[in-house]
């Protein structure tokens, strides 16, 4: 993806073409779409990895579009900081960034007068990049006023927490208006920095971009919360959508596996099952069919999860998480590899969750959530062409209890 297929506005890809900045960055990729989408995001990424402009550009560009009048003191988007040189160099990017979008930055900190301070927000401000000292100063003259924050920003928060700075950031929060969009960044991750984030993000999508994931940085690894009656009319609508994919879809047993396979043909998707019980001799052709493309969906238990390296293979849906955490990176370690880029999905169902927990211990990391709102996830759901769900999932309930000891 490139930024000039981004939805912001032409005078922003204009400045990113000026600068150099021609494909986004991964935490950019990442959390662009999310926050032009309106949603809160939980971010873990150092510096270094252009997270400055992850936020940068998409605030810039939702201001631009729904500009309003200025009015003394008020502000749009309020990004908060622990260091005067961080409010500085982030004032300085979104400046350059937003530099043709008429859109008004203002990086507000201490040890420098106040009174030419007071007289740029009287002249109208959309962004104010602080830190916390000098900012409530100027909260509690009256001068600058935060009612009217549509984004809220917190950079550096672990950083901030070490400088202290736990209580200032609660403490902003009651000049900040309920309704409101936040972005939550910071270098590392905690007990402390999760409940922090916590307290001032609602539904967020979390993101981590860390030099430390054994997933390899070629793979965007993510979880659906997809309830386990419904997984596969969401395998259908994936493969659907990309019929020209390559895809490895691992299940927890055989059962479900060849489960799956049937499932697929009711709907008219051809795929291929494997696992421990087919014969040696049959599993290297089935390897030999996908590898040359003539089947493009491989079903498969764990049994495929190492060792298989087929270049092409663009999607990993992990449609059962793994038991074992392990798993889960071999898994994903089937598509990108080499320099190719890879996705993995993973279906997680209720039941599920504390698999997903133990996983993000392993990897060290909490994977990125799609949150599919209620509306998609019925359509989904409606668009099966497999009339015969409704009795199937009353079946598939009863058939459940009998495959869970199943091994692959
Ligand atoms: P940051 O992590 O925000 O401190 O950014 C690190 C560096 O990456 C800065 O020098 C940015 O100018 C640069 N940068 C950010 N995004 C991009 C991009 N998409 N393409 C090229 N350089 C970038």
Excluded at 325 to 346: D, L
Aim: glycine fraction near 6%; hydrophobic fraction near 35%.
């Amino acid at each position: 993806m490139k930024f000039s297929d981004y939805k912001i506005s032409d005078e922003i890809k204009q400045q990113l073409d000026a600068l150099g900045f021609r494909r986004p960055t991964d935490i950019q990729f990442k959390a662009i779409g999310h926050i032009l989408d309106g949603e809160d995001v939980m971010a873990i990424a150092q510096t270094g990895t252009g997270k400055t402009a992850a936020f940068a550009i998409p605030t810039i560009h939702l201001i631009q579009s729904k500009k309003t009048k200025y009015t003394k003191g008020t502000v749009r988007c309020l990004v908060m900081v622990p260091t005067r040189e961080l409010a500085k160099q982030i004032a300085g990017v979104y400046r350059e960034i937003g530099k043709y979008t008429g859109v008004k930055v203002f990086g507000l900190f201490g040890g420098v007068e106040q009174d030419q301070q007071i007289a740029t927000l009287n002249n109208g401000v959309d962004v104010v990049v602080a830190t916390p000292g000098r900012m409530f100063d100027l909260i509690s003259q009256g001068e600058l006023d935060l009612s009217k924050v549509d984004y809220l920003i917190l950079d550096e928060a672990d950083l901030m927490l070490d400088l202290g700075f736990a209580k200032d950031i609660s403490d902003v929060m009651r000049f900040l208006p309920q309704r409101r969009q936040t972005l939550f960044f910071s270098a590392t991750i905690s007990k402390k920095i999760k409940s922090l984030a916590y307290n001032v993000v609602r539904n967020a999508i979390r993101i981590q971009i860390s030099a430390h994931n054994p997933v390899a940085k070629n793979i965007t690894h993510s979880v659906m919360n997809v309830e386990m009656d419904d997984k596969r009319f969401f395998l259908e609508n994936m493969i659907k959508e990309y019929p020209e994919k390559k895809v490895i879809v691992f299940a927890r047993t055989k059962v479900r596996v060849s489960r799956i396979v049937e499932a697929m043909k009711r709907v008219g998707i051809e795929s291929e099952a494997m696992h421990g019980g087919i014969e040696q001799r049959d599993r290297f052709e089935i390897l030999d069919r996908f590898r040359a493309s003539e089947n493009k969906v491989l079903i498969t238990t764990d049994v495929a999860a190492r060792g298989i390296d087929i270049s092409s293979v663009e999607y990993v849906v992990n449609y059962d998480l793994p038991e074992d955490p392990e798993n889960y990176v071999h898994r994903c370690g089937r598509t990108g590899r080499g320099k190719n880029k890879g996705q993995a999905i993973s279906f997680c169902s209720e039941d599920e969750k504390p698999l997903l927990e133990e996983i993000e211990k392993y990897t060290g990391e909490d994977i990125e959530q799609f949150d599919i709102p209620l509306s998609e996830y019925r359509e989904i759901l409606n668009e099966t062409e497999d009339g015969s769900h409704n009795w199937q999932r009353l079946l598939d309930k009863d058939n459940e209890e009998s495959d869970t000891q199943e091994e692959w």
